[in-house]
């Protein structure tokens, strides 16, 4: 990310580094991205940053590395939530509401991170913090240039990865998903497979799909009471599923962690249709 590649010289191990070569990485056509955008993609992937992290050993690209997920489920109960499944943040665009209990409404809440679990010395002034720390309270955006600059960088990232599946023959199931009585395109209408919004300034549409339990943890101290619904687009590459990522594959998402039918009425289909439906979410 500085947009140079250095060689040194390994011959001796034992003898201070020598630089041998410098190479500068930026094309005869100048920088590609926005200098807003490549400063926030410095900023989100450098732990070495005592204002991201206390100790030098983490950042927001740990987990999110270039943006993507990293196919695990961390335990925040400290942090005052549960078991979380980490999401993609490609195709999102920076999107709100934020994490799986849409405790967030906009990227700058990631002080609230940074600060808590990080211990980071944070981006904005005390002065600034203490007026913002609610994260669906008063704005951070605008008060530190580098926060508005890691933001600029999330909301970059409108592009999902292709999925491999994409040009497969879905269409039996795209009409299963479609289906008024299956329900899947209620919470997950397209385009992007999600009605993922505030129905007002504070106040996420939530729902409990039946996959809640005490190691789910809690919203904001309070019982969560439902998930914010994650968008589809680029499922084929992002298991485990669920928000607690207990299920290891789609059909399990559709049967083995759906029992009453409150995630989709899967169980009227034979196992021809489960395939079906299943392609067609692949190939998103």
Same mark, same amino acid.
């Given at each position: 990310?500085?947009?140079?590649?250095?060689?040194?010289?390994?011959?001796?191990?034992?003898?201070?580094?020598?630089?041998?070569?410098?190479?500068?990485?930026?094309? #005869? &056509?100048?920088?590609?991205?926005?200098?807003?955008?490549?400063? =926030?993609?410095?900023?989100?992937?450098?732990?070495?940053?005592?204002?991201?992290?206390?100790?030098g050993?983490? !950042?927001?690209? &740990?987990? *999110?590395?270039? =943006?993507? =997920?990293?196919?695990?489920?961390?335990?925040?109960t400290?942090?005052?939530?549960?078991?979380?499944?980490? #999401?993609?943040?490609?195709?999102?665009?920076?999107?709100? #509401?934020?994490h799986?209990?849409?405790?967030?409404?906009?990227?700058?809440?990631?002080?609230?991170?940074?600060?808590? #679990?990080?211990?980071?010395?944070?981006f /904005?002034?005390?002065?600034?913090?203490?007026?913002? !720390? +609610?994260?669906?309270?008063?704005?951070k955006?605008g008060?530190?240039?580098?926060?508005?600059?890691?933001?600029?960088?999330?909301?970059?990232?409108? +592009?999902?990865?292709?999925?491999?599946f994409?040009?497969?023959?879905?269409?039996?199931?795209?009409a /299963?998903?479609t289906?008024?009585a299956?329900g899947?395109?209620?919470?997950?209408?397209?385009?992007?497979?999600?009605? !993922?919004?505030? /129905?007002a300034?504070?106040?996420?549409?939530?729902?409990?799909?039946?996959?809640?339990?005490?190691a789910?943890?809690?919203r904001?101290g309070?019982p969560?009471? %439902?998930?914010?619904?994650?968008?589809?687009?680029?499922?084929?590459?992002?298991?485990?599923?669920l *928000?607690?990522? &207990?299920?290891?594959?789609?059909?399990?998402?559709l049967?083995?962690?759906?029992?009453?039918?409150?995630? %989709?009425?899967?169980?009227?289909?034979?196992?021809?249709?489960?395939?079906?439906?299943?392609?067609?979410?692949? &190939?998103?």
């Amino acid at each position: 990310l500085s947009r140079e590649l250095v060689a040194f010289d390994l011959g001796d191990l034992g003898a201070p580094q020598q630089e041998i070569a410098r190479i500068d990485l930026v094309p #005869p &056509s100048g920088e590609v991205l926005d200098a807003d955008v490549l400063r =926030g993609k410095q900023i989100f992937h450098r732990s070495a940053d005592p204002r991201m992290t206390k100790d030098g050993y983490i !950042s927001c690209g &740990s987990c *999110h590395f270039d =943006g993507d =997920g990293d196919n695990r489920t961390w335990d925040f109960t400290d942090r005052g939530e549960g078991l979380r499944n980490t #999401p993609s943040l490609l195709g999102r665009g920076g999107s709100t #509401p934020i994490h799986w209990s849409a405790n967030f409404d906009e990227v700058q809440d990631f002080e609230n991170d940074v600060r808590g #679990p990080q211990q980071g010395a944070g981006f /904005l002034e005390d002065s600034d913090w203490d007026l913002t !720390s +609610d994260t669906l309270g008063e704005p951070k955006a605008g008060l530190s240039a580098d926060l508005d600059a890691l933001a600029a960088y999330v909301e970059s990232l409108t +592009d999902p990865p292709r999925s491999p599946f994409a040009d497969a023959d879905t269409s039996a199931g795209l009409a /299963l998903f479609t289906d008024p009585a299956l329900g899947c395109a209620d919470c997950h209408p397209a385009p992007s497979y999600t009605d !993922s919004q505030f /129905l007002a300034p504070g106040q996420p549409l939530l729902h409990d799909v039946g996959t809640l339990s005490d190691a789910s943890g809690q919203r904001m101290g309070e019982p969560l009471l %439902g998930l914010d619904t994650p968008q589809l687009v680029g499922l084929w590459a992002t298991a485990p599923y669920l *928000h607690d990522g &207990s299920a290891a594959t789609l059909r399990a998402v559709l049967v083995d962690r759906n029992p009453l039918d409150q995630h %989709g009425a899967t169980s009227s289909l034979d196992e021809s249709e489960l395939q079906a439906l299943e392609a067609f979410l692949l &190939s998103l």
